[in-house]
């Protein structure tokens, strides 16, 4: 679970996956709102939950619902941007603005799976299994770069790094590479 806070309220990001069925009437938990990515109504993988916390009750919680890449959360699956909340689940990012928890957008930003996501700069950057794309505040991608083969590792190294102006990289087979935040090799 990711836990933020904004001004007196807490933000939890969870998953829902093993709780949850759509339509279902023994659902343990009731949600106000759920959002959808593409395919994710006909092909549901991934379900993260997001709950609004004020004074330790909860007031406002909706369901986003991926398709693609199974995901779950982790530290870096979520970030929190100024009123919003920007969620990797499957191969979309959705970004759900936090007084209300009304979706802003989802983006389908990878053909599998959206790992992670980090702000540089104004932006944002997503690792993907296969893209590493930017995009701005709105969703909108700035730029995409892929590799010869998957962004995941097989040993303990690190398939996505980032640093104060480059990222690092190895795809599955061995093959590093190192990007510019304007998506060049260096």
Known sequence: MNKYFYNNLTIEVFNDSTFFSLNSNDNLKVYENIYFGEDAEEYPTSKHGIKLIDNDKEIKNCLIIGSGGATTIHPNSSILDNDNILICCS????????????????????????????????????????????????????????????????????????????????????????????????
């Open 91 to 186: 191969d979309s990012v959705f970004s759900i603005s936090i007084v209300d928890l009304k979706l802003n957008w989802v983006k389908k930003l990878d053909m599998a799976t959206c790992f992670q996501i980090f702000k540089i700069e104004n932006d944002f950057v997503i690792h993907g299994e296969l893209e590493i794309t930017r995009i701005d505040s709105f969703g909108n991608i700035i730029w995409q770069f892929g590799g010869a083969d998957i962004f995941v590792s097989m040993d303990e190294e690190d398939a996505f790094q980032l640093n104060n102006d480059n990222i690092i990289l190895k795809d599955i087979i061995g093959t590093g590479y190192i990007i510019d935040f304007g998506g060049r090799i260096l």
